[in-house]
């Protein structure tokens, strides 16, 4: 496999045609033999992710696909949220429909041949046109029911090769032709339709089965692809009359700066600024937290959110691609496509494995045929190895667990950037917390008031609000926050003078009011120095040079965070605290939420965050890193496991493995613990297939397993490995 250039490009290949992973397999190694190419591609999503170098084009790429015998067709980047209506998989139903009605008519036909064939007062009522029956019967269900095993078989041998469907053709032909030859010839003792009929019903039962199963594993990426609005009502400017006219228009139509209405009820269009009107939104669907977010003027809000109760008008920010809607599409369409290393080694497996398993089921007829056993005798252990040898379940193993994992994730408002990550999450002992944002709410509130004399704590925080008012500083914006949560009115203050780094002062009345630091006070009682040194940022509040009140302001630790540090215990792994805080404030918020003394780190500047991951990996430690702004960039990439708040910044989400839509500890929790809950079901489905055709093949080959049961193993192996996968749907947070 050669390695792209820096002028690679990046393109999906829909893929038509795979039905088990040899073919993936074959297209994949066929894929990488091109220069400048790497490839790789999932059987259950039937995509190809391809990066490609110059001169190479798209037209060369799908050329090569469909000289390997399969159909391929690019896949747009991001398909406008018009053409995302319910007609999408149109295409996979009517695939999965006609899959059925070959099932059905194989299952009915040969339930009928099986009578005439195995029941004795059937087949003695049958008599001699008992044979002519079975064959009757048997002919539309190898003809038709079984077409697509031979046609697949057939386009795969133009190409000189095999697989799944090439052992399932060359047994249920096997078993017919030999049966058809006995009929026309009179030598009706052994025929063996009851096996290619029965063999073709349980097969398709379980094709059938299995593609409903692994639609059900993307319906999460389809309900995410559904959820955007199709229409909007854009605002119009009459500049003749200066009026505002409403347009209703396809949501893949705005544009950026264009206002758009969301009455209550409606899903917010695009990602966009509130710049008119006031409201609640159920965000659930983007971040998996079911309170609603309250929004008003000024306030950003996210396409696909849907509005409460009151009237909105927005102005559009991003559109298309560039929406937080989009992105994460992208993000769980590439984790979906990708393959994690473990799966590497089924992949090698399966590139051999058919042409292996035709040798053995060579080597099964001969050996049995110089054991002096009739080649009717021979025949019957010999399909059995060619039916029970599929490789579908191996195949499977590892895409259906990316699928729902990855699936369930975005639900939980976790998205996995790629199947790589999920290894990463195995070994990972260590998370490093960023305080601020993550394990506290990220905004400053008023936490206590202390009152010298007899000053109440209302009129004091009222005396407060009234200067700090004219402020935008974030301790100023909490005390009046506080005040006006508290019911408290809020008198006008005349005069007011800002004190850069210090405070501010205005009149309320007669009575010149200051707030700010001890420095501007010539009198400090005592009972108020105590709650200078208290938790969080301290202002004092008098007049007269005296300080009558203290107010402290702090970032509290979310109520989520205390159980959700334990949850990182319980994973395992070890939680440390960073922040550029003092260490007094460091250190009692890692108390609330119960990380060790020992493992807080304060006073860490922007550049130092970096080095400390570093620090930590060369104690031999392996390190998530969750962060949400620019300067925890650097810290995400160094890390062995980049953790991104989603509310965060564009560049600390590109650095990151995983970005967490919530921003809470309780997310990186799911996010590790269903990661690794991923991998286990990988593990196990990889397991259950390798044993299960190590097991299978040798019992059929000495003839302990008839061809029937074979079929019906092999169909039921598949289904077992997408139900297990499917379980990951229940995981909870």
Same mark, same amino acid.
Not at 45 to 61: G, H, I, Q
Not at 137 to 165: C, E, G, Q
Not at 450 to 464: D, F, P
Not at 657 to 677: C, E, H, K, Y
């Given at each position: 496999?050669?390695?792209p250039t820096?002028?690679?490009?990046h ?9 088990c992973?040899?073919?993936s397999s ?9 220069d ?11 995509k ?6 110059a001169?190479?084009t798209v ?10 015998g ?19 998989h ?5 695939g999965?429909?006609a899959?059925?009605?070959r099932?059905?008519l194989?299952?009915v036909?040969?339930?009928v041949?099986?009578l005439?064939?195995m ?8 008599g ?13 269900i190898?003809?038709?029911a079984?077409w697509?095993?031979?046609?697949a078989?057939a386009?795969?041998a133009r190409h ?11 047994g249920?032909?096997a ?11 009179g030598?009706t003792?052994?025929?063996y339709f ?9 097969l398709?039962i ?9 639609a059900?594993?993307?319906?999460a ?15 119009r400017?009459d ?10 228009i ?6 950026h700066?264009?206002?758009f ?10 990602d966009?600024?509130v710049?008119?009107?006031q409201s609640t ?6 971040t ?9 003027t ?13 009237r909105l008008?927005?102005?559009a920010?991003?559109?298309?691609s ?12 590439q984790?979906?496509t ?22 053995i089921?060579?080597t099964?007829?001969v ?8 080649f ?7 399909v ?7 490789p579908?379940a ?11 994992g990855?699936?369930?994730?975005a ?14 999450t195995?070994?990972?002992?260590t ?5 601020? =944002?993550?394990?506290? %709410?990220g @905004?400053?509130? !008023? *936490?206590?008031?202390?009152v /010298?004399?007899r000053? +109440?704590?209302?009129a004091?925080?009222?005396a ?8 935008e500083h974030?301790?100023?914006?909490a005390?009046?926050t506080?005040?006006t949560e508290q019911?408290l009115?809020?008198p006008?203050?005349?005069d007011?003078?800002?004190?850069p780094g210090?405070?501010a ?5 007669d ?5 700010g630091?001890?420095?501007l ?5 005592e ?5 200078l040194r ?6 004092l509040? =008098?007049?007269d040079? %005296?300080? @009558?009140?203290? !107010? *402290?302001?702090?970032?509290? /630790?979310?109520p989520s +965070?205390?159980?959700?540090v334990?949850?990182l215990?319980?994973l ?6 960073l ?16 990380i ?17 991951v570093?620090?930590l990996q060369g104690e031999?430690?392996v390190v ?5 702004g620019?300067?925890d960039?650097?810290?995400?990439a160094?890390a062995?496991l ?6 965060g910044?564009? %560049?600390?989400?590109?650095s ?5 839509m919530?921003p809470d500890v ?5 996010a ?6 991923t991998?286990?079901i ?8 390798f044993s299960?055709n190590?097991a299978?093949?040798?019992l ?12 019906g193993a092999?169909?039921?192996s598949?289904?077992?490995v997408?139900?297990?996968?499917l379980?990951l749907r229940g995981?909870?947070?």
């Amino acid at each position: 496999m050669s390695t792209p250039t820096q002028q690679s490009q990046h393109v999906d290949l829909a893929i038509t045609g795979m039905t088990c992973a040899s073919c993936s397999s074959r297209v994949e190694r066929k894929l990488n033999k091109l220069d400048g190419v790497e490839a790789s591609v999932n059987l259950a999503t039937e995509k190809a992710s391809v990066t490609y170098a110059a001169p190479l084009t798209v037209e060369d790429l799908l050329a090569t696909v469909q000289a390997t015998g399969y159909g391929a067709e690019p896949v747009s980047d991001q398909p406008s949220q018009s053409e995302q209506g319910p007609d999408e998989h149109v295409g996979d139903v009517i695939g999965d429909r006609a899959l059925l009605h070959r099932a059905v008519l194989a299952t009915v036909l040969g339930a009928v041949v099986f009578l005439l064939a195995m029941v004795p007062p059937v087949r003695d009522a049958a008599g001699s046109a008992g044979p002519w029956l079975q064959w009757a019967l048997t002919t539309p269900i190898y003809l038709w029911a079984a077409w697509p095993f031979h046609r697949a078989a057939a386009v795969n041998a133009r190409h000189l090769a095999s697989t799944m469907d090439t052992l399932v053709s060359i047994g249920v032909s096997a078993a017919y032709w030999y049966s058809v030859v006995a009929v026309f010839t009179g030598f009706t003792h052994h025929l063996y339709f009851e096996v290619a009929a029965i063999v073709t019903s349980f097969l398709l039962i379980g094709r059938y089965i299995e593609a409903r199963a692994k639609a059900s594993g993307k319906s999460a990426l389809t309900a995410l692809l559904h959820l955007g609005a199709k229409d909007v009502g854009v605002l119009r400017h009459d500049p003749t009359s200066g009026a505002w006219t409403e347009q209703r228009i396809p949501t893949d139509q705005l544009r950026h700066g264009m206002r758009f209405v969301v009455r209550p009820g409606e899903k917010v269009a695009t990602d966009g600024v509130v710049v008119d009107g006031q409201s609640t939104l159920d965000t659930s669907m983007i971040t998996g937290e079911s309170m609603p977010v309250e929004v008003a003027t000024g306030d950003e809000v996210t396409g696909a959110t849907v509005n409460g109760h009151g009237r909105l008008v927005v102005e559009a920010t991003r559109v298309g691609s560039e929406t937080t809607l989009a992105r994460i599409t992208a993000l769980v369409e590439q984790a979906q496509t990708g393959k994690a290393p473990v799966q590497r080694l089924a992949d090698r497996v399966s590139s051999v494995f058919v042409p292996v398993v035709l040798l053995i089921a060579l080597t099964t007829l001969v050996v049995w045929l110089l054991l002096g056993a009739s080649f009717a005798e021979a025949l019957v252990p010999t399909v059995s190895v060619l039916i029970i040898a599929c490789p579908c379940a191996l195949g499977l193993a590892t895409p259906t667990a990316l699928l729902t994992g990855t699936g369930r994730g975005a639900e939980l408002g976790v998205l996995i950037k790629g199947p790589r990550i999920l290894e990463s999450t195995r070994r990972v002992d260590t998370v490093v917390l960023d305080k601020t =944002g993550t394990v506290t %709410v990220g @905004q400053p509130v !008023l *936490t206590s008031v202390t009152v /010298a004399g007899r000053l +109440s704590r209302e009129a004091a925080l009222t005396a407060a609000a009234a200067v700090e008012a004219g402020s935008e500083h974030p301790i100023a914006q909490a005390v009046v926050t506080a005040a006006t949560e508290q019911g408290l009115t809020v008198p006008e203050v005349r005069d007011f003078t800002n004190l850069p780094g210090q405070g501010a002062r205005g009149s309320i009345k007669d009575t010149v009011v200051t707030v700010g630091r001890p420095e501007l006070f010539d009198s400090v009682p005592e009972e108020l120095t105590a709650a200078l040194r208290s938790e969080g940022s301290t202002v004092l509040v =008098g007049w007269d040079g %005296v300080a @009558q009140a203290a !107010l *402290t302001v702090a970032d509290e /630790a979310r109520p989520s +965070s205390a159980a959700a540090v334990q949850r990182l215990r319980d994973l395992g792994l070890t939680p440390y605290l960073l922040t550029g805080d003092n260490e007094h404030t460091a250190r009692a918020v890692a108390a609330q939420v119960g990380i060790d003394a020992d493992k807080v780190r304060a006073g860490v500047l922007p550049q130092d965050k970096h080095a400390e991951v570093e620090r930590l990996q060369g104690e031999g430690r392996v390190v998530a890193m969750v962060g949400d702004g620019v300067n925890d960039a650097a810290a995400l990439a160094q890390a062995d496991l980049g953790m991104a708040m989603g509310s965060g910044t564009d %560049v600390a989400m590109e650095s990151a493995d995983i970005v967490l839509m919530r921003p809470d500890v309780d997310t990186v929790a799911s996010a590790i613990g269903l990661s690794r809950r991923t991998l286990r079901i990988i593990k196990q489905n990889l397991l259950w297939a390798f044993s299960y055709n190590t097991a299978a093949i040798p019992l059929a080959a000495l003839g302990l397993l008839n061809p029937m049961i074979a079929g019906g193993a092999m169909a039921a192996s598949s289904i077992i490995v997408v139900l297990n996968s499917l379980r990951l749907r229940g995981y909870e947070r």
